[in-house]
């Protein structure tokens, strides 16, 4: 059976939501790493309601049901309710709408938006991403649904709408990896970690206790040699960079567009003067100083 809850996403900590079931699969916005830290307690949950593709997102999601309403012929409930898998409490789901008195029977709408370039490069041809589809598969497994929707506000003016039925087949494995990721939680064996796609986190994870000073074993020195050539590559790259740009203005000038005999265009625009202020959130820094003595901010 069922189990249907208010909702509360306060306590993330006890579920893996269908929105994360992705990075299971190491196709999510965050790491697997990085969600086992999460639902371990060591990290906090990233917060991204104020990036702006999420906001808009949510401000949006209302008046695009209505319009897949409108455009389908469908009846569209909102939920308002977070449903526990039947079988596995660890997997919960908060779908975006549900579809009822539909000939088919009762279906579920997951609601996007996409850029159009994102959707013309990640979409036209294959449909949703995986990511998405998962997400849409764990609803349908929470709620025993054998088909749903995924609707997409594609720049702003177009709406796509992909249905797709129940696989029983995803579902299994979904369920085999979340119970298989609570279980790595309980034993303390967390997952490998991506150093490039989670070595920002790190500061976070460990903190700093100001009284302890370490002597580090060999492997640092090595370590620290291969940061400082890829920091000079880098500086290189940026200089190299900044004179292609500059000789390329120095034969564009004034001119608004231009194209290249291969194909390429170079655009430009004028950003007027403006205001900006931002809110810079807390985080660590870690000082490199190499053996020459020079000093270097990440």
Known sequence: ??????????GRGSYVGASEVASLFG?????????????A?????????????????????????LGVAERTGWKLRDV?????????HGLA?????EVVAHPRGPGLVEIKTVGRNYWWTKWREDGPPLGYQLQLQTQLACMGREW???????GGQKLEVYEIDAHSGAQSRILREVAEFWRSIEAGEEPEIDFQADGNVLGELYGIDPAKVVELPAEADALVAIYE???????????????????ILRIVKDAELATTPAGARIKRTHVAEKQVSFLRKASYRTTITPPRGEENDL
């Open 93 to 97: 789901c908060h779908p975006d709408r």
């Open 148 to 154: 749903g929707a995924i609707a997409a506000l594609v």
């Open 229 to 247: 050539l890829a920091k000079n590559a880098e500086k290189a790259a940026g200089r190299a960079k900044d004179e292609a740009r500059a000789r």
């Open 27 to 39: 196709v999510g916005f965050r790491s697997r790493w990085r969600l086992w830290q999460e639902k």
């Open 41 to 65: 307690g060591n990290l906090d949950r990233e917060d991204i309601s104020d990036e702006e593709r999420v906001y808009w997102g949510s401000v949006l999601e209302p008046q695009i049901a």
């Open 1 to 10: 059976m069922t189990t249907v809850e208010p909702l509360d996403l306060t």
């Open 80 to 88: 308002k309710r977070l449903i526990r898998h039947p079988a596995e």
